[in-house]
């Protein structure tokens, strides 16, 4: 057991990290509406895994119950190495873990210390194990530089208060970078996370886009021959 355990480590480092099974989880597109009044958020519900597996039934909002504090990440929000396991991360974790540990922080002092902790796992794994470079990079948006993102929603002393932390990779290594999102009387909107995928739908790009728009076409081609339907019908009825 221990023997074919110790050979199936070693072949795994010989191959690379993507041939012995490697993996990220990435997606999420996420749309935001904020004012000093309300936050709306709408998020979608597909993971890609880098093995080409898709999932459509993942829940990407984390809630911090004790701070009144949502918790959304967009990008790769998870590396697993089955080869070296201590360099795997995970940002809703790494959330988790990091809400859970020392005293009360505010809200920019937790997202502070995600980034960090975040950016942290990125480096460690790229210095010990350079090829998980191709994995964890693969997704890497060179017109961003960004990894993966988190943004935190929440109350603090009665306001209301947003922050994005992009884990960006620059210059040979990942680094964090907070910024406040602006809150005003007026209700405005913005997209995070793969928003190509959202103008890939619109503009018919894709093969599932084009199929995406067939269906909505005939859809509403059904509706309006229902409703046309039922007009005609209506005005038997009067006669």
Same mark, same amino acid.
């Given at each position: ?16 990290? !993507? ?35 898709? *999932?459509?039934?993942?829940? %990407? &909002? ?9 918790? &959304? ?30 005293? @009360? ?17 990125? =480096?460690?794994?790229?210095?010990? %194990?350079?090829?998980?470079? =191709? ?6 948006? @060179? !017109? ?12 603090? *002393? ?21 910024? @406040? ?17 959202? *103008?890939?739908?619109?503009?018919? %790009? ?24 039922? %007009?005609?019908? =209506? ?5």
């Amino acid at each position: 057991m221990f023997r074919s355990t110790l050979v199936r480590l070693i072949v795994a480092m010989l191959l690379g990290d !993507s041939l012995a099974g490697a993996r990220t989880r990435t997606g999420t597109i996420v749309v935001l509406g904020g004012s000093t009044d309300k936050i709306v958020v709408a998020v979608d519900s597909r993971t890609n895994v880098s093995d080409g597996r898709i *999932d459509d039934s993942q829940c %990407k &909002i984390t809630r911090l119950r004790d701070r009144n504090l949502l918790f &959304i990440s967009t990008g790769t929000a998870s590396y697993y190495s089955p080869s070296m396991k201590s360099l795997s991360w995970d940002a809703e974790k790494i959330i988790l873990k990091v809400n859970g540990g020392g005293g @009360p922080k505010s809200i920019r002092g937790l997202a502070t210390e995600w980034g960090e902790s975040v950016a942290g796992a990125i =480096n460690e794994a790229l210095r010990q %194990k350079p090829d998980s470079r =191709n994995t964890i990079l693969r997704e890497v948006d @060179p !017109s961003n530089d960004g990894i993966v993102a988190g943004l935190f929603l929440g109350v603090e *002393d009665r306001t209301l208060v947003a922050f994005d932390n992009v884990v960006e990779y620059r210059f040979g290594q990942a680094t964090p970078d907070l910024k @406040p999102l602006p809150l005003t009387g007026q209700m405005t909107f913005g997209g995070f996370g793969k928003t190509r995928v959202v *103008d890939e739908l619109l503009a018919g %790009k894709t093969p599932f886009a084009k199929a995406e728009a067939q269906r909505w076409q005939a859809e509403a081609r059904f509706r309006q021959r229902t409703e046309m339907l039922e %007009k005609q019908s =209506n005005g038997l009825k009067r006669q």
